[in-house]
């Protein structure tokens, strides 16, 4: 078994008196697809920002390659090799698209040579197939672009661990399906990646391993065929 | 754009002040020069940190103010000469910027602009008890005796400003080019996704307020020889924060040249006012003229060249 690429242990996130996590473990190997689900305020999006630094934790660890990163600001664990894409996507609206992907490719893709950030870019751009977009400007994208912009950007910074957060929410079956084989070649780079989804079709074709949150709690964690019989997450989803 | 092209302009410019003060014998002409420089170094200060950073700072007097006590005191206490005041102005301001900057960056938009206003008004409140640069009242300050090659001490500091000009632009210019102005972009853009994206949003942030700061402290400094009076009223006046914000409004934002674009126009117009028609008319003419751009060319003039050019953005 592949060693473990990120630790989380026991994270707490309180947002005043409501405990948007509450004590949740997690284990992601290296190299691995794994798949975070639940209902809606399950605290997914909210785990992965304190997995990336955009909040903090008040209790728990999180280690990323053994390092100890609980309290490191968000771009220090970017330039360790967390990157993550938006839920709602965030470009840098006066940048064309190109420029949008060099921001990562120079601040946190340290094997990166300055000469090269713009060649980088566009091999990036080839493989998600936004190459002929380069010189537009994000608000011109359609959603779909706008999504594979997101990933784009997430790619650049040259990630070991990509954190995917609702990539393909409001897209239709036929772009999710264009989306899905872009993120099984990027695993198959070695680039390990955590999907977190509420298309099911998506992720339980996508990930080797899943964990369910509901109410700040993991109920469940195992393959996805386990996981679908589990009573525990049908109840979560379904109600009593 | 080419390397070689921003210093020739800026040696140009600096030639063209000297030659200037050979050909003009008009002394009027110095003081209104003056001015305009001294607007190019607040408008191009300003835009570091609210044009390129989006972060909208009203404080624009009180680092202006702060370099010309600076001085002022420099002056009262050890008759220090004009470049030190600058140096020393440039730098009180530039750790001002630093300690504002500590205190207010995690506050976003409207909270910051608020507490750089705060800090403007709290500056002015210890100025005017403060007895030793004369309080409320005032001091006035000798200016020194004219040294050549220059007629008059006036023309000395009209070429001053403007090389403090030249050197502000350069400074944004460099910024604006190299990995500091695209990461300050970054934030502008999306603050969030900047520090996601391996960006130091803090430290970016906590340089630009200080670059800024600084030469807003620097366009200060020589402030005490040219009024002659310096007294908080006018050394804090709210014209440098609303000039010093609408004139890179006017010009453009998002690159060096608006905001110098906005200061030649905008300031040359308000001394054209004042001689012409009445110094009340000032405030008037730039609120005019920013409710104008905002509402038709809110990219300003130099978005608006672009925009007619057909350039990528079209």
Redesign the interface.
Known sequence: MAASLLEVRDVTKRFGGFRALNGVSLDVREGERFGLIGPNGSGKTTLINCI???LRNESGRISFRGCDVTRL???QR??LGI??S?QIP???????VL?NL???L????RDVARADVVDEAMAILRRMSLEDKA?L?PGRLTQVDMRRLELA?AM??KPRLLISDEAMAGLSSAEVDALLPILFALNEQGITIIMIEHIMRAVMRFSERIAVLDAGEKIAEGPPDEIVKNKDVERAYLGE | MKKGLPLLIAVGVLLAALVATRLVGNRYLYFAGYVIFQYVVLATAWNILGGYTGYVNFGTAGFFALGAYTATVLILAFKAPLPVQIVAGGLVSAVLGLGIGYLTLRLRGVFFSIATLALALVLQTFVMNWEYVGGAKGVSIIRPAAFPPFASYVEFLFFVMAALAVVSAMAAWWIENSWVGRGLAAIRDNEEAAECMGVPTLRLKLLATVVSGCFMGVAGAPFPYYVTLVEPVSAFSLDYAVNSLAMPMIGGTTTWIGPIVGAILLSTAQQVATVTISSELNLLIVGIVLVAFVLLAPQGIVGLVQRLAGRRRA
């Open positions: 990336s630094g955009a600001p968000a771009h970017t330039r990157a993550r938006f965030k470009p840098f609206t006066s940048m064309t420029e060099c921001i990562p120079e601040y946190a893709a010189s400007l950007r650049a910074a």
